[in-house]
């Protein structure tokens, strides 16, 4: 484990008459210490095509865990229920970065040495609505904008959404028929309002809906997400997450593990799964770390 720092091209923060191109911080609002409240990875970025000024990123952000020194060091990053999606905002191309607080469940204030008793409402450096949901924020964060949906469908005119795609179980007390089937699901979460959603403001952020279609022995895992912001293609506006479909938890014989594509067609509400590859594989050839990306004309491509 290490410590690390989400850096971007940007312009250096506090200088007069920085230029683009140097590395500016992005996750401003973690930490210097402890450990690994410190700590982000496996970062994520998008650009509002509509307003190009506008970029949100995410991350693996472990600022809401208990620190190491927290009770028993063996569990250590990790604290059970507790969010790591951590979430970024810039309104100047990335020259100066936002990442607000909310409040959910965290453990923040579990510095050590006693045993870590996670706080009910306190602050989260990470997505909001899931301790809400039954749900907990597992990070691979992956972002993308695209148009927002109106009375006539989708338009720019009617401003932008934002989607970030994540990784999420259930929360320790919550059960499969209050949530979802399954060991690990992939969640959505929106917002139309950036500039409130960088203030803190909460109601910015819809409730997450769970795009992967789920059973007893799925573990969905590897996602990625993108919106087609092509007013010329048949299929603007629609969004796809692809992810490896892992059949039990990742934990011995994961096997067979397909690539699958859920699309949504009305601004994330709802999502139809489709298997895109052949479920048969072996230890030697598995199935991951996919992309998807739409063109001009509307066709998806999806990668492995």
């Not at 506090?14 to 609002?29: E, F, I, M, N, P």
Request: hydrophobic share 35%; with cysteine; proline share 7%.
């Amino acid at each position: 484990m290490f410590a690390a720092t989400l850096l971007a091209a940007g312009a250096i923060v506090g200088l007069a008459g920085a230029t683009h191109g140097s590395d500016v911080r992005v996750s401003v609002g973690s930490p210097v210490t402890p450990f690994a409240q410190n700590k982000q990875n496996e970062p994520s970025i998008a650009v509002d095509a509509n307003h190009p000024n506008v970029l949100a990123a995410g991350s693996n952000d472990e600022i809401d865990i208990e620190a190491c020194a927290a009770g028993d060091p063996t569990t250590c990053p990790f604290t059970d229920g507790v969010g790591t999606s951590g979430i970024y905002f810039s309104f100047d191309r990335g020259d100066t970065w936002t990442q607000p607080t909310y409040t959910g469940y965290s453990a923040r204030g579990c510095l050590g040495p006693a045993a870590c008793v996670p706080q009910v409402g306190g602050p989260i450096g990470t997505l909001p609505h899931y301790f809400e949901s039954g749900l907990v924020a597992d990070g691979d964060p992956s972002l993308a904008f695209g148009p927002k949906p109106g009375p006539n469908g989708f338009s720019w005119s009617n401003g932008s959404r934002l989607y970030y795609a994540n990784l999420t179980s259930r929360f320790p007390t919550s059960t499969p028929d209050e949530t979802f089937k399954g060991f690990e699901a992939i969640a959505v979460s929106r917002s139309d309002d950036v500039r409130a959603a960088a203030a803190g403001d909460a109601s910015a952020w819809m409730p997450p809906v769970i795009a992967s279609k789920q059973n007893s022995s799925l573990f969905a895992d590897h996602e990625q997400i993108w919106a087609d912001n092509a007013a010329s293609s048949d299929f603007f506006g629609n969004v796809y997450v692809c992810f490896a479909a892992f059949r039990s938890q990742e934990k011995g014989n994961a096997l067979p593990n397909p690539i699958t594509v859920a699309r949504s067609s009305d601004g994330g509400d709802t999502w139809k799964s489709s298997q895109v590859t052949d479920a048969s594989n072996n230890p030697a050839h598995g199935q991951q770390d996919c992309w998807v990306r739409t063109d001009s004309d509307g066709v998806v491509y999806v990668f492995w």
